[in-house]
């Protein structure tokens, strides 16, 4: 069993940076691609971003490709998500997620999720 535990959201300006963070626990996730979900109000979870359990391969969606940054640190169990020129559009609640597979990017096979943390864009 894996523990996902999202830190680092708040409530930012257009523009801005903020970096988020995902604490894994209960287990390692060497093995795991890990990814970043969001959810804005009225729409459906949505795929942000993807790393493999190396780190070596990573994927985008198109709306943040350029913008964000996913990267890991397996020493620390931990991933993360950098966000810069920050648009009204982000403001999402963000979720980690550990999927099956070492290498799927895309994230098609999640097998655990954290309980989200909030990003408000504001203008």
């Known amino acids: 069993q894996v523990r996902l535990v999202e830190s680092g959201g708040g409530l930012v300006q257009a523009g801005d940076s903020l970096r988020l963070s995902c604490l894994a626990s209960?287990?390692?996730?060497?093995?795991?691609?890990m990814g970043w979900f969001r959810q804005a109000p009225g729409k459906e979870r949505e795929f942000v971003a993807g790393?493999?359990?190396?780190?070596?391969?990573?994927n985008y969606a198109d709306s943040v490709a350029g913008r964000f940054t996913i990267s890991r640190d397996n020493a620390a169990n931990t991933v993360y998500l950098e966000m810069s020129s920050l648009k009204l559009e982000d403001t999402a609640a963000y979720y980690c997620?550990?999927?099956?597979?070492?290498?799927?990017?895309?994230?098609?096979?999640?097998?655990?999720w954290g309980q989200g943390t909030q990003v408000t864009v504001s203008s």
């Open positions: 997620a550990a999927d099956r597979s070492w290498n799927d990017v895309m994230m098609r096979n999640v097998d655990y």
């Open positions: 209960g287990r390692v996730i060497v093995n795991n691609a």
């Open positions: 790393i493999s359990a190396s780190g070596r391969s990573t």
